[in-house]
Nanobody, 124 residues
Framework: QAQLVESGGGLVQTGGSLRLSCAAPRRTFSNNAVGWFRRAPGKEREFVAAIDWRGTSTYYADSAKGRFTISRDNAKNIVYLQMDSLKPEDTADYYC?????????????????WGRGTQVSVSS
């Protein structure tokens, strides 16, 4: 089973920044789109951002547009989520996932492998 490992979460004040990382074996990332999802306390998991396998196309949830940036380094098999201008409503567990295909997808059913998550807390 592929292992995706997220890191970079933590506690930050409103307006602050964090950069999440998602590392995985080469076979998991090499030809697959990768997405970030989050689950806030008491809420369902929601899509945040995704990037295609080449790293040339990205897509964001409305809540992330203009504040978050997803990128990938295929040589290192790492996908990043740069989060700026953080708000208390961004508080959640953040998960990365490897898609079933090379194309971007926004629904969790399109993703095969998932990490265990990293916690992000934004204080007001």
């Amino acid at each position: 089973q592929a292992q995706l490992v997220e890191s970079g979460g933590g506690l930050v004040q409103t307006g602050g920044s964090l950069r999440l990382s998602c590392a995985a074996p080469r076979r998991t990332f090499s030809n697959n789109a990768v997405g970030w999802f989050r689950r806030a306390p008491g809420k369902e998991r929601e899509f945040v951002a995704a990037i295609d396998w080449r790293g040339t196309s990205t897509y964001y949830a409305d809540s992330a547009k203009g504040r978050f940036t997803i990128s990938r380094d295929n040589a290192k098999n790492i996908v990043y989520l740069q989060m700026d201008s953080l708000k208390p409503e961004d508080t959640a567990d953040y998960y990365c996932a490897s898609a079933l295909s090379s194309a971007i997808a926004t629904t969790s059913g399109a993703y095969r492998y998932w990490g265990r998550g990293t916690q992000v807390s934004v204080s007001s």
